[in-house]
């Protein structure tokens, strides 16, 4: 059964930015961020070449300004969008702007609400 589960790879890294329960985890459609939803009332961006490469394991980005508790996300196809539900009856939808890599080949992230 599922109580038996015990998966095998490798820990790459340990996200404890949030500061409640983690409600959802979305990809982008070009594997470039991903971004997770929490119960403290943001959703943060994460950068997968970044995780990948072992350079950090902080957030690139957070969205903050909603309030109350986010308990879902969506990637909005075709675009670098995500709408996120709050329980106080609110949707926001955030655009991630994902900039030209930097020295390093590091993206930069910014977003408009």
């Given at each position: 059964?599922?109580?038996?589960?015990?998966?095998k790879?490798?820990?790459?890294?340990?996200?404890?930015?949030?500061?409640?329960?983690?409600?959802?985890?979305?990809?982008?459609?070009?594997?470039?961020?991903?971004?997770?939803?929490?119960?403290?009332?943001?959703?943060?961006?994460?950068?997968?070449?970044?995780?990948?490469?072992?350079?950090?394991?902080?957030?690139?980005m957070?969205?903050?300004?909603?309030?109350?508790?986010?308990?879902?996300?969506?990637?909005?196809?075709?675009?670098?969008?995500?709408?996120?539900?709050?329980?106080?009856?609110?949707?926001?939808?955030?655009?991630?702007?994902?900039?030209?890599?930097?020295?390093?080949?590091?993206?930069?992230?910014?977003?408009?609400?």
């Amino acid at each position: 059964g599922l109580k038996d589960f015990k998966p095998k790879g490798i820990l790459v890294a340990h996200l404890h930015e949030h500061r409640g329960p983690v409600t959802q985890i979305k990809v982008s459609a070009d594997n470039l961020f991903f971004a997770t939803s929490s119960h403290d009332g943001t959703v943060k961006i994460w950068d997968c070449q970044r995780l990948e490469k072992n350079v950090t394991n902080r957030s690139r980005m957070t969205c903050g300004s909603q309030g109350g508790r986010i308990t879902s996300i969506a990637m909005c196809d075709n675009s670098h969008s995500i709408v996120s539900a709050s329980d106080n009856c609110t949707l926001h939808v955030n655009r991630i702007e994902c900039t030209g890599k930097r020295e390093g080949g590091v993206h930069k992230y910014n977003g408009n609400t």
